[in-house]
């Protein structure tokens, strides 16, 4: 295993960065790299099959992201197959549960998502401001690669909607802002997991997180 310094790791894995238009994609390529990952950005499915992860970033709304991501779809259950670690931040979270309360327009339903993370996104209606934006800590509810060595951090978060999955087990760690919700999510088999705040922004606790995603991806 390579040896971590104050500035960026030798690299220790390879990372495709998907490209559909809504990623923060400077920052958390640049995180990545810090935490030992050959990043390359693409918008070809293609390149997923020969990457050691993949990562869907995201900004924006979820039926924006979903309709722009809709390429990907298809390449993306494979790679959840074929067991190869897929990471989403934020709304590239989201994306990962089947549906979304977030419609482009009120009253038209709910969104479809890419559905690798049986749950629905909803939005927070407890009276909480919205959205929530600031530091949160982190609760770890169970063991997963992506969360050694972060319990009790604080991230940084920005969203207005949260996600309820399906399977309890599915919450990794979760945080509270008037209501607990999962801070980051992971399916059953625990190659497909995502963070509903920032790493990038995060701070040391972000970057043990990258960092711990890569090592992740390095193992599989």
């Not at 709304?91 to 309360?101: A, C, F, K, P, V």
């Not at 709910?110 to 800590?137: A, S, T």
């Not at 190659?191 to 920032?198: A, C, E, L, R, W």
Request: negative net charge; proline residues 5%; aromatic residues 8%.
């Amino acid at each position: 295993m390579s040896t971590t310094t104050a500035e960026t790791r030798e690299t220790v894995a390879s990372v495709v960065m998907v490209d559909y238009g809504l990623g923060n994609l400077r920052s958390a390529r640049r995180g990545l790299e810090r935490a030992g990952a050959d990043v390359t950005v693409s918008d070809d499915p293609e390149t997923f099959a020969d990457a050691d992860g993949i990562v869907l970033p995201g900004v924006g709304a979820f039926s924006e992201g979903m309709e722009n991501a809709g390429p990907f779809r298809e390449a993306l259950a494979e790679a959840a197959d074929r067991g190869q670690p897929i990471f989403g931040i934020c709304l590239g979270m989201q994306m990962l549960l089947t549906t979304s309360e977030e419609a482009a327009h009120a009253g038209e339903g709910d969104v479809e998502g890419l559905d690798l993370i049986p749950g629905r996104n909803v939005r927070f209606d407890q009276g909480q401001k919205v959205p929530h934006m600031g530091w949160n800590e982190l609760d770890v509810e169970r063991e997963h690669p992506l969360v050694e060595g972060v319990d009790g951090q604080y991230a940084y978060f920005v969203h207005s909607y949260y996600a309820v999955p399906d399977d309890a087990d599915a919450v990794v760690a979760s945080t509270d802002y008037g209501v607990e919700f999962p801070a980051i999510v992971a399916n059953e088999a625990g190659n497909v997991f995502g963070t509903q705040f920032h790493p990038e922004k995060s701070g040391e606790t972000g970057l043990q997180i990258l960092r711990n995603f890569v090592d992740f991806c390095a193992e599989r």
